[in-house]
């Protein structure tokens, strides 16, 4: 299995035939080695609504007719606002099958909205992260989150392969928290820190998260990179 990092939470992998993206900042982010206009998928997941992580949804989305997986109020602004056409909207707790493998949404502690042409924000359903089962491993991508108890549970319930987690500080966890969450309750094989460095809000060194660690490997990636388990 391999899974590539494209700065802030983008992730992009390929399996039984189909291409994935999750939350594709591309434009915009001085980070990614992506190009919105040419890059192909199949599948667009979406943890939650910030422009961080939205992206360019809309724009690759419809150039590929994919199919955008995210919560039942992102799926209806895009279906409503965006003219998406291939949308299947979930929620939390909730697991389907798709044809590149399951996709099962757990809780997240952040917000979720994007701000209109008026300025006013548009709440767009609660954000969430990712329990990904293909080919036979398990990704957990954590989304925007603070550090709370029951990631614990998520990892019993579902022991993680690789975990990525965001460790950029004033948005999500920080290095303390995060490093935390990897030793006391997550406990995957690999860990790969995401959602630090794109903007001066959020700088962070990688080097002093993978020093905190204590279970399991860390893969500190740059844009481009993968990691391959």
Same mark, same amino acid.
């Given at each position: 299995?391999?899974?590539?990092?494209?700065?802030?939470?983008?992730?992009?992998?390929?399996?039984?035939?189909?291409?994935?993206?999750?939350?594709?900042?591309?434009?915009?982010?001085?980070?990614?080695? *992506?190009?919105?206009?040419?890059?192909?998928?199949?599948?667009?997941?979406?943890?939650?609504?910030?422009?961080?992580?939205?992206?360019?949804?809309?724009?690759?989305? /419809?150039?590929?007719?994919?199919?955008?997986?995210?919560?039942?109020?992102?799926?209806?602004?895009?279906?409503?606002?965006?003219?998406?056409?291939?949308?299947?909207?979930?929620?939390?707790?909730?697991?389907?099958?798709?044809?590149?493998?399951?996709?099962?949404?757990?809780?997240?502690?952040?917000?979720?909205?994007?701000?209109?042409?008026?300025?006013?924000?548009?709440?767009?359903?609660?954000?969430?992260?990712?329990?990904?089962?293909?080919?036979?491993?398990?990704?957990?991508?954590?989304?925007?989150?603070?550090?709370?108890?029951?990631?614990? *549970?998520?990892?019993?319930?579902?022991?993680?392969?690789?975990?990525?987690?965001?460790?950029?500080?004033?948005?999500?966890?920080?290095?303390?928290?995060?490093?935390?969450?990897? /030793?006391?309750?997550?406990?995957?094989?690999?860990?790969?820190?995401?959602?630090?460095?794109?903007?001066?809000?959020?700088?962070? /060194?990688?080097?002093?998260?993978?020093?905190?660690?204590?279970?399991?490997?860390?893969?500190?990636?740059?844009?481009?990179?993968?990691?391959?388990?």
């Amino acid at each position: 299995m391999k899974l590539s990092f494209h700065g802030q939470s983008t992730i992009y992998f390929e399996a039984n035939g189909k291409k994935v993206i999750v939350d594709p900042f591309i434009t915009g982010n001085e980070l990614s080695d *992506l190009d919105a206009e040419t890059l192909d998928v199949d599948y667009i997941i979406l943890t939650h609504g910030h422009g961080d992580h939205f992206g360019d949804t809309v724009e690759l989305a /419809n150039r590929n007719h994919a199919t955008v997986i995210g919560s039942a109020e992102l799926g209806d602004y895009l279906t409503t606002t965006k003219n998406v056409e291939n949308v299947r909207p979930m929620n939390i707790g909730g697991k389907a099958e798709f044809e590149f493998g399951t996709v099962k949404f757990v809780q997240a502690f952040h917000s979720s909205s994007l701000t209109d042409e008026n300025g006013i924000p548009v709440y767009l359903g609660m954000p969430m992260g990712l329990i990904l089962e293909i080919e036979g491993k398990t990704i957990y991508h954590t989304g925007d989150t603070g550090l709370f108890g029951d990631m614990k *549970l998520i990892a019993e319930r579902h022991p993680v392969d690789v975990c990525f987690i965001p460790i950029g500080d004033n948005f999500t966890m920080g290095i303390d928290d995060a490093s935390y969450a990897i /030793n006391q309750f997550i406990k995957p094989s690999i860990t790969v820190p995401i959602h630090y460095n794109t903007f001066d809000l959020i700088k962070q /060194n990688p080097d002093e998260f993978k020093a905190a660690v204590s279970e399991g490997e860390v893969q500190v990636l740059n844009p481009g990179d993968s990691v391959e388990f």
